[in-house]
Structure formats: structure tokens, C-alpha cells
């Protein structure tokens, strides 16, 4: 049985301080201390307890920002590579189709969730010292807690902007009224967070430990934090930190084993969330107990009824057609990119190979048949084309590599317990070739742009191909999109590449954006949740949206 952290201890005081819907709930708690701060913290074991418990909220299998729905689901939508099937969770919509406010039940969700991880953080930091512990070991659950922190900050910098700062844990009313931060104040607080962590993690974790934060994590996250603040030469030479001693990450060479329960804590891998067969596994969602399920259940809403899931998405008209605009060289044993194979399914013989099943055997016009009765839907305001290169359904994320019947329901017999890769070198070697092309450093560039070409199967491009930064910029955006589809990352290039709105809403338009036709320059960042101004009165809300 595949080993996994101790996210089943969650730490009782922790919770129950942290249960509500936003941070300020723990004060109106009426009976909290069933386990009391004078009792909990006595041994590294309470240390261990409260560090799962802090992990808790950003991998829940349910409702977390990389678990398996809300987060993944409503940074997803947000991109010009899915399509979003209408009629479903009103929240998601909104969000989709640019129609959400400071009341989206999605998105406050979220933040909630990063403030319980914040909370539970500063809490741990703040205590620590009250345990007998060896030294190292205390600077290593330090680094440890101020990573998870640092993360955290990451997400809500990434996708909200200026936020409230809270580096301590709120003990008082008067304590949670914080007001917000700017927006760079708030990248610096990621920064210095992730720079201790980088610092005092080890390299590598041991077999039990598989899942934990290493060195090589903060580094990568520094890194990403870098190209959000437009620090090129910080990040430059960050990610090439992940290229040299102590740190071995490569490209494996199968590009469907980052997706599959195959091939995991691959050395591509740099972070990701350990699922497994443990708890309940039709228990309750978005609980934090004992037998909280720690089942991955993303395939659920990916896949088509066919398959077993719930089928909320479909890749859009813009990514097939870059998918299939570069053909591999004669011969190759794929007719296209060999991503395309393990992010998509259709009908090969639409496009001239031969013809395969997914699941138990089903063929592609079973699972279409299947998902007919929602991709009806879509019309007439989202111009699906199934008739240009044929129809096409998600493979990455589902369970359609397994020979499994129903293999995408998390009711039925065999749930994935897949890990889902949070963070994979591939994207490190794209953000470095931004970095090094807009640091003037071509050949790096275009080194770590064809170690991603060569796995996919494409032949290499030359100085010639791309031979100045403009070149450089969309070859990398192109291999970016292709790399990491439905992988929560295509927004923030977006954002990041095209800061005026009007020139984004155009780009939008083009490539056929669900709610194109209303996005505006607030839509660049989240507005801040609507209970969050309710309950800290020293909070504004983002200029954008007032």
C-alpha cells in the first residue's frame, strides 16, 4: 500500500479553532479546548500533528486549492485551453464566463482555505519553541511551516493581489482586523518565506516522508514568485539552482507517467499531493478527521458519463488547433505530438492513425455518445468545432489510461489514488527559458526549450528558427499551453503576458473565451470575498473591483 504522510492526524486544536468559514470563526467557538494549548504542544509528535493539519487545507481531496475541485476547477476554467460545460455549479460558472463578484461561494472557499493554511502556520511558528526538540530538527519544521505559508501567500498574491498580511496567530477580535497589503508587499512576504525554506528543507525526503516539502519545492516556487514580480535575473538564477548538485530533476521520458499512479515521485517531480486507498471513501466532502478520504477524485470531474465522471470540461477549439499545427518528422511512430496522446482522446482515424479504446475497451464515439446529452449545452453562445479536426474529450487528469470500467467514479470499485504533480521540472525549464530570453540569454533558452520539444517527440529548433527574443517568447508560450494543459497554470500566463486588458480581451475573443465578450481589467485578480470585508473591518476591497 503506497505510504503516505500523516495528513489522518490532524491536529484537534487546530481545527476547531479553524472549522468556520473564515480565520475570525475560531473566537466564537463555545468549547475549543478539548485539547488545550497548555496540554497539545509536549513532543515532536504535536509538532508533527499540527504540521499535517496545516497542509490540510491547500491538498484536501475535496474543495482545496490543488485537491480536486474548487481550486483546480476555478483557475482552470479561467484559461483559453477548456471549455466549460454550462448548467453546472452556478460559482464555477461565474467564474468562467467573467461574471464573478465579492459573493462567489467558490472563490471565498478558497481563500478561506489558504487563511486556515496561514493560521494554522503562524500557530505552529508560534509554539514551536515550547517543545523540547533538537535543534536541527526545530529549523527543519520551521522551514517546513514556513513554506506551506509561503505557498499559501503565493496563491492569494497570484490570484487576489493585495491581501491582508497576518505573520502571527489571531488570539484576539482586534488581532484579525488587518488591513490589506499591496499587492508587492505581499510577493515580499512570499519571498522571504520561501527563502527560509529553501534554506532549512533537506534536498530529498526519505520513502516514509514522500509528499513532504523539500529544498528543491521552495526553490521552484521562489522561482515562480520571481517571474510574477518580473525579477528575470532573480529567477534566472533560481531555477538554475534546480539544475545543479544536490538536485537530479529530468524530464522522464514517458510524458504520460506524470499523470498515472505509474511512475510517481518521479525526477520530474518536484512537488506533489500523495493520494491512497485511506478513510472513507464516500464520506463526507471536505471533512478533516480520521477517516477524511484521501482518494484523488479529480477523474470524477473530468471524465465523460462513459468513463464514470461527471464531465464538466472540455478542451477548446484554441488547444486542438495548436496541438495538431506541428506534425513529428516521417516515420515517428505518433503522427502528432506525443503530449496529445496523453492530454487528449478522439477518434484517431479522423486525423489518419489507427483507432483505440479507453476504460473497459469503450471507443471514442461510446464516451462522445455518452457526453452529448451536456456538450448540447454549449450552443449556441460557445462555437464547439467538431468538425474541423473531429471531437475531442480531456484525458489528462482522468483515469482513461486505466482498463478499469467506471475507473473515473469515485463511487465505484476503484477510485484513482493517482498523486496529482503539483509542480513538475518541465515548467521549470519553460519559466527558465522565459527567464534566460528575457535576461538576453538566447542558447539557454532555446537548450531548455528543445529538452521539452525532444520528449514530446518534435525536432529541435535552431538560432535560426528563433532568433531574438520575440521568437523565443512564443515558441515558449506555445510549448507552455501545450506542457501544462489543465494543469492550473494557463491564466497566469495570460495575465503575466498581456497586462493591458484590452489587448488580453482581444486574445480572448479570438481564441473563442467563454465570457469574452465581458472581461474587463478587474478580472485580472480575484475581489476580495465579500465575508472577509464583513469580518475584518480594517480590509478593502481591491481597487479594481470597487
Known amino acids: ?6 495528513y489522518t492526524g490532524l491536529l484537534t486544536l487546530l481545527l476547531s479553532f479553524s472549522a468556520g468559514c473564515n480565520e475570525k470563526d475560531f473566537l466564537n467557538q463555545k468549547d475549543p479546548n478539548k485539547v488545550t494549548d497548555a496540554t497539545f504542544w509536549k513532543d515532536e509528535g504535536s509538532v508533527v500533528s499540527a504540521l499535517a493539519a496545516t497542509y490540510s487545507p491547500l491538498r484536501s481531496s475535496l474543495y482545496g486549492y490543488w485537491g480536486s475541485f474548487h481550486g483546480i476547477q476555478d483557475i482552470n476554467v479561467l484559461g483559453d485551453d477548456v471549455f466549460t460545460i454550462p448548467g453546472e455549479e452556478p460559482a464555477a460558472w461565474a467564474v468562467a464566463s467573467f461574471a464573478n463578484d465579492e459573493n462567489n461561494g467558490d472563490l471565498a472557499s478558497i481563500f478561506s482555505s489558504l487563511y486556515q493554511a496561514i493560521h494554522r502556520a503562524n500557530l505552529l511558528l508560534a509554539k514551536i519553541d515550547q517543545v523540547k526538540l533538537d535543534e536541527a530538527k526545530k529549523a527543519q519544521y520551521i522551514a517546513e511551516t514556513k513554506f506551506l505559508r509561503g505557498i499559501a501567500y503565493y496563491l492569494l498574491a497570484s490570484n487576489w493581489g493585495g491581501v491582508p498580511i497576518r505573520t502571527a496567530p489571531v488570539e484576539t477580535t482586534d488581532g484579525y482586523a488587518v488591513a490589506c497589503s499591496s499587492k508587492e508587499d505581499v510577493w515580499k512576504q512570499v519571498v522571504a518565506d520561501l527563502t527560509d525554506a529553501k534554506a532549512g528543507l533537506p534536498p530529498a525526503r526519505d520513502a516514509k516522508e514522500m509528499g513532504r516539502a523539500t529544498s528543491g519545492a521552495a526553490i521552484a516556487f521562489l522561482g515562480k514568485a520571481y517571474m510574477f514580480m518580473e525579477a528575470y535575473d532573480k529567477a534566472e538564477a533560481t531555477f538554475d539552482l534546480l539544475t545543479q548538485s544536490p538536485y537530479s530533476f529530468d524530464l522522464v521520458p514517458n510524458f504520460e507517467d506524470n499523470f498515472t499512479d505509474r511512475n510517481e515521485y518521479n525526477t520530474e517531480s518536484i512537488f506533489e499531493w500523495t493520494f491512497a486507498p485511506i478513510g472513507n471513501q464516500y464520506g463526507a466532502w471536505n471533512v478533516e478527521n480520521s477517516n477524511a478520504p484521501m482518494y484523488n477524485y479529480l477523474p470524477q470531474f473530468i471524465g465523460p458519463p462513459a468513463g464514470g465522471g461527471w464531465f464538466k470540461y472540455l478542451p477548446s477549439n484554441y488547444i486542438v488547433s495548436e496541438f495538431v499545427k506541428e506534425k513529428r518528422p516521417a516515420g515517428s511512430d505518433t503522427k502528432f505530438d506525443k503530449r496529445m496522446y496523453a492530454s487528449l482522446m478522439w477518434k484517431y482515424s479522423t486525423l489518419g492513425e489507427t483507432d483505440v479504446t479507453w476504460y473497459d475497451n469503450k471507443t471514442f464515439d461510446q464516451l462522445w455518445s455518452s457526453a452529448l446529452s451536456k456538450t448540447v449545452r454549449l450552443y449556441p453562445d460557445t462555437p464547439l468545432d467538431t468538425t474541423t479536426f473531429g471531437r475531442f474529450l480531456i484525458k489528462k487528469g482522468t483515469s482513461a489510461w486505466r482498463s478499469v470500467k467506471d475507473a473515473d467514479n469515485y463511487w465505484g470499485p476503484t477510485p ?25 540569454n538566447p542558447g539557454k533558452s532555446l537548450g531548455d526549450i528543445n529538452r521539452i520539444r525532444r520528449r514530446a517527440g518534435l525536432s529541435d529548433k535552431t538560432a535560426a528558427d528563433l532568433p531574438g527574443k520575440t521568437e523565443l517568447l512564443k515558441e515558449i508560450d506555445h ?3 501545450l506542457e501544462l494543459f489543465f494543469e492550473q497554470n494557463r491564466v497566469y500566463d495570460l495575465r503575466r503576458w498581456n497586462k493591458n486588458a484590452g489587448q488580453l480581451a482581444t486574445i480572448l475573443t479570438q481564441r473563442q473565451k467563454q465570457g469574452a465578450n465581458v472581461f474587463k481589467e478587474k478580472h485580472y485578480v480575484f475581489p476580495i470575498p465579500a465575508g472577509e470585508l464583513k469580518s475584518n473591518p480594517k480590509a478593502t476591497q481591491n481597487d479594481l473591483w470597487k
Open 1 to 6: 500500500m503506497k505510504k503516505t504522510y500523516a
Open 479 to 481: 510549448q507552455k499551453l
Open 416 to 440: 484513482s489514488t493517482a498523486n496529482l504533480r503539483v509542480l513538475r521540472f518541465a515548467e521549470v525549464l519553460l519559466l527558465r527559458a522565459e527567464a534566460a530570453a528575457q535576461n538576453n
